[in-house]
């Protein structure tokens, strides 16, 4: 069974930075395309980065340039390097397939406040 487990959020004032990490059991992250999605209060989960087996990254719009999507072979777990973060990334985050979606994970709450 697969399993996800998010783990790093918090409180970040504007402009500063944390690290996500997701780590997943049930299967091999490096032989998947994975996905990181957001979802805030209210509104509909949104994706937010994804990369592919092959390591091709994509973002979007609205972080490209701030957040970095990687991949710890050895680890089995996923990251998300979100930097200059703004008020607008509060949101709790997922990670899944990039693909058809398995059981999302508790997730991990960003709140950027001043």
């Known amino acids: 069974q697969v399993q996800f487990v998010e783990s790093g959020g918090g409180l970040a004032q504007p402009g500063g930075s944390l690290r996500l990490s997701c780590a997943a059991s049930?299967?091999?992250?490096?032989?998947?395309?994975m996905a990181w999605y957001r979802q805030a209060p209210g509104k509909e989960r949104e994706f937010v980065a994804s990369i592919g087996s092959g390591g091709r990254t994509t973002y979007a719009d609205s972080v490209k340039g701030r957040f970095t999507i990687s991949r710890d072979k050895v680890k089995n777990t996923i990251y998300l390097q979100m930097n200059s973060l703004k008020p607008e990334d509060t949101c709790v985050y997922y990670c899944?397939?990039?693909?058809?979606?398995?059981?999302w994970g508790q997730g991990t709450q960003v709140t950027v406040s001043s």
């Open positions: 049930g299967i091999i992250l490096r032989l998947t395309n």
């Open positions: 899944n397939h990039d693909g058809p979606l398995w059981r």
